[in-house]
Structure formats: structure tokens, C-alpha cells
């Protein structure tokens, strides 16, 4: 049986990034609904899809009207079809010109929030002290962060024991001991959710390259080593192709999805493969 944590509880994410304009946005959350509901059915995976900033009410409103329609009995069963956004302020409120907080994304519907992308950090200049604020934000308004840490080729180059230095530096400021003086801060959002760290290792996100499964159980071991109770999702090229081979590795609660969930096949294939591959495993 696979080691996992946080009981049984499976994520399923997918990141469209910079991609669809409106009626293709609507489409594919359309495509995706109706697919969902008539196979993809039942299993501990919880589904989150992340469009752009500009599309999530248009993608709230089609999971709304899904869960109100009575032929699509499923959706209107369960909450485990949900919104994501895929980065959100550090700040709450103030003059900050072309952000979005965690209270207006939580406001529209979104239950979960990408922080910490490694496009995010390159193109944006993320540090760790940021994503952390970043952190703190969708907490308090009760937006789940999905944590994206991973190291870069030259750190792959350098072999284990620098990939676990980086990422325990990265994870550094969401140990317990940093948590639990955050948690008794009076305005902190009393959420039961469990941390979410993705492991994506940057030379592997849309390169069609993967680490061999050991290497990705040496890590997912390492990030539940450092932070015992958080889910630990992959995230890199995955595919239909190679989510039967990742879906076993131990410690690993699911998959960071980006270019393979614009599709609404291949993202439900992934879910598919990933379902059979739990139920075989238990
Ligand atoms: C991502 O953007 O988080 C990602 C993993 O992308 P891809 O699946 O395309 O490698």
C-alpha cells in the first residue's frame, strides 16, 4: 500500500498559466464538467483547476450552474470539483496596482490559491520571504495555498543531497515551530485544510522530462520528513503517458498539472490513471 498522508485525501490540480481566452476558458470548464460527470467519476480525488486571473468567475459560474443541474447528479453531490487561482497578493489591501488579494479571489469562489510557481519566482522575482507572505494572505482568508517549491538544473546537475538542501531551505519558513507562532495570530483563518506542498522541479515543467520515480521518492520522503502532515503533490511534464508510473511513489498525494490540463481528455485521463492506480494500490 502507497505511504500516504492526511488520510486517503488525493489532489488532482490543474495550472491553465497564461492560456484561453474567454469562450475557450468557458469551453474547456464546460468540457471538463460535463466529461467528469459522465466517467470520470467517484474516487478520493479532489479536482481544483486554475485559470487565469480573468476567467475564474466565468469558471465559478459554469461549476455553480454544473452542481444545479439534476443530470449531472455528481457535481451536485460532491465539492470535490473545485476553483483555484494560480497567485495572489502578499498584501491584503492596500495601493498595490494590478494585484489581486486572497479575500477578493476567496470572495469569487476560489478555495485554493498557487503560490510560489517557479515562473512566478523567475519572472516576478519571488523570494521565499514572499511566497511566505503569500502564504499568510490566503490563509487568513481562507484560500488553500498550493506551495510550488523545486530546484533549477544546475542543483538537479549536483545530485540529491543539494536538491534536499534547496528544498529544505525553501520549506524552511513552514515548519511546525514557524506555523504555530503564525496560528495564534488573532486574524489567522481557522482552516482544518492540510499544507500543500508541489514538488516541481523547474527543468522539468514543460520540458517533456521527468526524474526517475526514485528520485521523486527520495523526495517526496524528505519534504514528509521536514513537514509530516502536509500533502505532497508532483508537478513536471506529467501526462497521461507517465501518471500510471507516478501515481505508486510513495508519500506522493497527487499531481501540479499545466500544459496536459488544457485538454480536457488528457487532464481527465491523468484523473482516470490516477483513480485506478490508487484503487490497485490498496
Ligand atoms: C506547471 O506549470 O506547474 C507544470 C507542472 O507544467 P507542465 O505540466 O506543463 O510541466
Redesign the pocket.
Known amino acids: 500500500m502507497n505511504a500516504s498522508v492526511a488520510g486517503s485525501r488525493r489532489l488532482l490540480v490543474g ?1 491553465w ?1 497564461m492560456n484561453t481566452l474567454h469562450d475557450e476558458a468557458q469551453g474547456l470548464a464546460n468540457e471538463l464538467l460535463t466529461l467528469y460527470e459522465s466517467g470520470y467519476e467517484q474516487s478520493s480525488i479532489d479536482v481544483i483547476i486554475c485559470p487565469p486571473h480573468v476567467h475564474l468567475t466565468t469558471v465559478a459560474v459554469a461549476i455553480k450552474d454544473a452542481q444545479r443541474q439534476p443530470n449531472l447528479p455528481l457535481l451536485a453531490s460532491t465539492t470535490s470539483f473545485m476553483l483555484g487561482a494560480q497567485d495572489c497578493s502578499h498584501r491584503a489591501h492596500q495601493a498595490s496596482t494590478g494585484d489581486v488579494s486572497a479575500k477578493m479571489l476567496r470572495d469569487i469562489g476560489a478555495e485554493w490559491v ?1 503560490i510560489g ?3 512566478r519566482r523567475q519572472y516576478h522575482g519571488e523570494d521565499d520571504t514572499r511566497v511566505y507572505e503569500k502564504f499568510i494572505q490566503a490563509k487568513r482568508f481562507g484560500c488553500n495555498p498550493i506551495v ?1 517549491v523545486g530546484e533549477d538544473e544546475a542543483c538537479h546537475q549536483l545530485g540529491m543531497d543539494a536538491v534536499t538542501a534547496h528544498l529544505s531551505q525553501q520549506l524552511s519558513q513552514f515548519t511546525s515551530q514557524q506555523l504555530s507562532l503564525f496560528t495564534t495570530h488573532d486574524d489567522f483563518f481557522p482552516s482544518s485544510a492540510p499544507l500543500v506542498i ?1 514538488y ?1 522541479p523547474i527543468w ?4 517533456g522530462k521527468v526524474p526517475a520515480p526514485e528520485s521523486i521518492a527520495a523526495v517526496m520522503q524528505h519534504i514528509h520528513q521536514l513537514l509530516p502532515s502536509a500533502l505532497i503533490l508532483y ?5 497521461p503517458g507517465n501518471t500510471g508510473m507516478l501515481a505508486t511513489i510513495p508519500f506522493l498525494s497527487g499531481f ?6 488544457l485538454s480536457s481528455a488528457s487532464f481527465l485521463k491523468i484523473h482516470a490513471l490516477f483513480a485506478s492506480a490508487i484503487s490497485a494500490d490498496n
Open positions: 495550472n498559466k498557487i510557481h517557479s515562473e510550488c508541489a516541481e522539468a515543467i514543460g520540458t508537478g513536471g511534464s506529467v501526462n501540479l498539472v499545466g500544459g496536459a490540463s
